[in-house]
């Protein structure tokens, strides 16, 4: 399988180039810490996380669920990378036990 | 006409230990908010706030803003609620043209070290924090232990309550004055409508600084209700998650909220069998989106379509929910109270199904634009409001709204006036000049697109008009696209074509 691999600090450093192309046009992006909040630092809002959450997905390839809309998921760029890593590495077990099957 | 105070004060009286509000873990009775609100009364009344100054309050939906709002109202001080949204430049804007007194603020909002500053510096203004003492002796007392007696009646029912800024400051600020009579009217009638009662449970999603926010909340205190608030829509489930937990019987929101809810979510997947109603104003419905929203609803849910202005304190009618099918696109028919005219340029009445500018009369319909009478007269003439609005009733006078309202840009709950931004753009080096125009969209309704044209050999990217607007503008005012034309197109008389530019 030749699936593109994503080590944390890729999905970090290209989620903030995201942020900082599409919601805060290249001037605030290298004080915007991982951890800190999208929202508390006014970054996004509702459709600006619809936003996100498309592009994820597209560039990705992954599927964020509704449930999955949550805080703890999509609130700072850290959760954000660990949530697609996450689906990622899912992905590619999952691939894996197909190929078993 | 019992007045807010009142409301609250009897509703204290009655069911003091009936929980008021929801804000996060906390549940805040109505003896709560009551004691609140007249502590906030006192220490106003105290630091030298006098009757008929202004208030400025720079807080997020809370039981601070609402402590603070009816301490305002019950020390005779007129509210003046802040968008948290708008930047440094337009909250000192309107705190200047508002000549506030006083303000109060959260110490976390981002403006909040400039003015801070500013008031420091200007020696007059009184500063009051939320939750910290920034200032020695600023912080906000809002646990009252101290009894406190009924919240005062205003001494006059026509004096100026509330001022709500509908627009930026770059251009000509336009401050709503609402008087004590006008939002005890206009909360009265949607009381009445909606037969609101203190076993109701709304969850609000929609900013009090807001006129259609500042109506629910009123509402549903005047009755004894209880009052959710959620802090915004990012993420729907938790908003209806809140409507399963309380058990609500009520929702309001804005087009762009119920697209929302809809894009993300299965409601269907949700209890929500205790919802009684859900409001929804600020702009028009499409009919398809009404009819998505009533499918994933209970049956035994009732969906008020409702239409109204600042101007007129909140609401001017309502389509009973028993129409919506029959008359689809219909504003309905007039609140208790209000009367509705539709004219033509001659100020002659408009026939049935004739389209013309709409008028409203009523007890709801605003003192006049803070400060400015050249422009109250413009709008207000005999009682009556002219809402800008185009639009007709047909033959069994339920109204249709047919024409937007001047160049207003409507971004979900919000409202751009494109001047605000253009001002902005104009003053980036290399700009020569610029049009800011809506395109629709399929959730906000409208987003912000900027046309901008360049002076010869400048070059200046999209990326770059973003950022200042950004710097500038709140995050709703940024243009979501940005396109370079060689001119704008003009009449022979040199005004801009907006029209020309605002398709998509």
Request: glycine share 10%; hydrophobic share 45%; aromatic share 6%.
């Amino acid at each position: 399988m030749n699936a593109v691999r994503h080590d944390d600090t890729d999905l970090r450093a290209e989620v903030r180039n995201y942020l900082r192309e599409n919601f805060l046009f290249g001037e605030e992006a290298p004080r915007l810490g991982d951890e800190e909040s999208l929202i508390g630092r006014h970054v996004l809002d509702s459709t600006g996380f619809l936003e996100l959450v498309a592009f994820l997905e597209s560039r990705f390839g992954v599927r964020i669920e509704d449930p999955e809309m949550t805080p703890e998921n999509l609130d700072a760029i850290a959760s954000i990378a660990t949530l697609v890593q996450g689906k990622l590495a899912g992905a590619d077990s999952g691939g894996r036990a197909d190929a078993a099957e | 006409m019992p007045m807010l105070t009142e409301n609250l004060s009897r509703q204290a009286t009655e069911r003091g230990d009936a929980v008021a509000l929801v804000d996060g873990a906390q549940r805040h009775s109505y003896a709560d908010l009551h004691g609140a609100a007249a502590a906030v009364a006192a220490q106003l009344g105290a630091k030298g706030v006098r009757v008929g100054d202004r208030v400025a309050l720079l807080l997020d939906n809370g039981f601070d803003y609402v402590a603070a709002l009816y301490g305002c109202l019950a020390c005779g001080a007129v509210a003046v609620p802040l968008n948290t949204a708008a930047r440094a430049g337009d909250l000192g804007g309107w705190i200047a043209h508002a000549d506030a007194r006083a303000v109060v603020l959260a110490p976390g909002h981002p403006a909040a070290g400039e003015l801070l500053a500013t008031a420091r510096g200007d020696g007059r203004l009184i500063l009051m924090t939320s939750g910290a003492d920034v200032v020695e002796g600023s912080r906000l007392c809002t646990d009252a232990r101290t009894a406190y007696g009924a919240l005062a009646r205003p001494a006059s029912a026509d004096a100026p309550a509330m001022i709500l800024y509908t627009s930026g400051t770059t251009g000509r600020p336009k401050g709503v004055v609402l008087t004590h009579r006008n939002l005890a009217a206009n909360v009265a009638a949607i009381v009445d409508y909606l037969a609101l009662g203190p076993t109701d449970r709304m969850v609000t999603v929609l900013p009090f600084f807001y006129s259609f926010g500042n109506s629910v909340l009123h509402t549903h205190l005047a009755v004894g209700a209880m009052l959710v608030l959620e802090p915004n829509l990012v993420y729907p489930q938790k908003v209806l998650e809140t409507l399963v937990r309380e058990r609500a019987t009520g929702f309001a929101g804005v087009p762009s909220t119920f697209a929302l809810l809809l894009s993300r979510a299965r409601l269907a997947d949700y209890d929500l069998s205790a919802l009684r109603y859900v409001q929804q104003a600020g702009g028009g419905m499409p009919p398809a989106l009404i009819e998505r929203t009533l499918q994933a609803l209970p049956a035994s849910c009732s969906f008020f379509v409702m239409y109204g202005q600042t101007e007129a304190t909140a609401r001017i009618s309502y389509l009973p929910p028993e129409h919506l099918r029959a008359k689809p696109g219909s504003v309905g028919i007039p609140l208790r109270g209000v009367e509705i005219e539709v004219r033509r340029e001659d100020r002659s009445r408009c026939a049935a199904l004739e389209v013309g500018t709409i008028f409203v009369r009523g007890e709801g319909v605003m003192a006049g634009y803070w400060n400015d009478p050249g422009l109250t007269a413009s709008v207000l003439a005999g009682g009556w409001l002219n809402t800008g609005d185009s639009g007709y009733v047909d033959a069994d006078g339920y109204l249709y709204i047919a024409g937007r309202r001047s160049d207003i840009i409507k971004t979900g709950a919000h409202r751009v006036q494109p001047q605000d931004v253009e001002a902005v753009i104009a003053e980036i080096e290399g700009v020569e000049e610029a049009a800011v125009v809506p395109v629709d969209d399929d959730i906000l309704g409208e987003v912000v697109k900027a046309v901008v044209v360049l002076r010869p050999g400048a070059v200046v990217t999209d990326l770059e008009i973003k950022a200042r607007c950004r710097a500038r503008l709140a995050a709703y005012k940024i243009p979501k696209r940005v396109e370079f034309a060689s001119s704008l197109p003009r009449t022979s008389t040199g005004k801009v074509q907006r029209h020309l530019l605002a398709r998509p």
